[in-house]
């Protein structure tokens, strides 16, 4: 196909190379007086139409097609029935790949009145090139927009698929070229039959990625997919899992995408590692405030000055300020002050001995009390018996020997009375004193505890 299309732009060039030889040039008519006084330059249409040909000729010359297709149109404009143009316009659709355009662009260059040879060469191009009108080359790119070239890069694009493109062609056999930045060349043929539509899939392929890893610490060993690298690697398109790793060392995991050929460089600082142990081996540690975890004995460490904190149920915190300066064989043994708690077995009640002997002594002062009262009352009564019998001692009673037995009764009882008030007062006293000085001991006791383990000693009563 490639050389029935050379074929075709060698005819075409020798029709419209004779066309533009026979076109008119516009210019001014010699003057026969030189004394005369010098008239406008008049230009003609067919003079633009030539000047607009010539500097079309010259960018085609040049490798701008597209630019000289351009400068025919506008000649075209100023004298649309331009053989040269029409010619030339034709030419430069075919060099373009534009065969829809080539074919329209003949059909007028025949009804312009073209004759000869030209018009036989122009007529056998519209025949060739009828097939145009049904038949067409869809190319669909799964990766993007790219240009589509046929058989060579030289005759330029086919078309861009962006991502797909649906275009007129000639029936044949063409080579597709498909590249684009980043990507694989795809290079496939392709059969295009009269009449119908070639359909053509393609997929291209990103190319690899230069990777680099730049890892602060000498010596560290480097794996991309479990795979060990020892210098730049190339790496197919897609997310990659990276180790880095050095004795003394916390690994260093990271991800890695490639994309498009794009080379992707890494800056790695590993974590140095610090022995460590910790007593009570389950205590919880914080560094600068977040969580870490004890791996294998160790403890990754950034460099530079940090504050660790250890701290577990029942012992007392404790803080280590871990300086910025390490010598290789720093390490941190942590001991951690526990908080030893003492269970005391519980007394049988709350009412000790003095509390029982303070309640008994109540109950007799509760009496007293009572037995007072009840004293005072029949003192009372009796006072007033004797008071009625005989009310006054100046005049004679004949009841006073009752009188006086009732007033010396009287006086026994209030005696009585009063005694007993003051064994319910010294009762009421002592029950008092009894119950706060019998009162249990304190439920918690603290001590400190010294030794090979420091902390608190805390009793407890329930």
Request: aromatic share 4%; glycine share 10%; charged share 20%.
């Amino acid at each position: 196909m490639r050389v029935l299309i050379c074929t075709w732009i060698v005819c075409v060039s020798v029709a419209w190379t004779g066309v533009a030889l026979a076109a008119p040039k516009g210019g001014a008519r010699a003057n026969p007086s030189a004394a005369a006084p010098a008239t406008p330059k008049r230009v003609t249409p067919a003079g633009d139409a030539h000047e607009k040909y010539k500097l079309a000729a010259k960018l085609d010359d040049s490798g701008e097609p597209e630019k000289a297709l351009a400068v025919i149109e506008e000649g075209l404009a100023i004298a649309p029935k331009d053989l040269a143009l029409l010619g030339f316009k034709g030419r430069v659709l075919l060099k373009l790949r534009d065969y829809t355009g080539t074919l329209a662009a003949y059909e007028a260059y025949l009804d312009a009145g073209v004759q000869g040879a030209n018009r036989r060469a122009a007529q056998k191009i519209v025949n060739d090139f009828d097939a145009v009108r049904s038949t067409f080359l869809e190319v669909t790119l799964a990766s993007g927009a790219a240009p589509i070239y046929l058989d060579s890069k030289t005759q330029g694009a086919f078309c861009t698929a962006a991502p797909s493109c649906n275009k007129a062609i000639l029936p044949g056999g063409y080579k597709v070229i498909v590249e684009r930045a980043g990507f694989e060349r795809w290079t496939g043929n392709v059969t295009v039959e009269r009449g119908k539509t070639a359909k053509l899939a393609i997929t291209l392929v990103e190319k690899p990625s230069l990777l680099t890893v730049r890892v602060a610490q000498p010596g560290a060993r480097i794996t991309v997919d479990d795979a060990a690298i020892d210098a730049p690697a190339r790496v197919a398109a897609g997310t990659h899992r990276i180790v880095v790793s050095l004795a003394g060392h916390a690994d260093a995991r990271l991800e890695a995408t490639a994309h498009e050929g794009q080379p992707v460089a890494l800056d790695v600082a590993l974590t140095p590692l610090v022995a460590v142990r910790v007593e009570p081996a389950g205590a919880q540690l914080l560094l600068d405030g977040k969580p870490v975890a004890i791996a294998d004995g160790n403890l990754a460490i950034p460099p530079g000055s940090h504050a660790l904190v250890a701290r577990a149920k029942g012992f007392v915190d404790r803080r280590i300020e871990i300086p910025a300066e390490r010598t290789p064989d720093y390490q941190l043994s942590i001991e951690l002050a526990r908080v030893k708690v003492v269970v005391v077995p519980p007394p049988d009640s709350r009412f000790t001995g003095r509390r029982k002997i303070s309640l008994a002594v109540g109950g007799v002062g509760l009496a007293a009390l009572a037995g007072g009262v009840v004293l005072g009352l029949q003192s009372g009564h009796l006072d007033h018996d004797a008071y009625a019998l005989c009310p006054s001692p100046s005049t004679p009673c004949s009841d006073a020997a009752k009188a006086n037995d009732d007033n010396l009764r009287g006086r026994s009882r209030a005696l009585e009375a009063n005694i007993a008030y003051g064994i319910a007062g010294g009762a009421a006293i002592a029950a008092a004193v009894l119950w706060l000085t019998g009162a249990p001991e304190s439920r918690v006791a603290v001590t400190p505890q010294l030794g090979a383990v420091a902390g608190l000693d805390v009793a407890m009563r329930f």
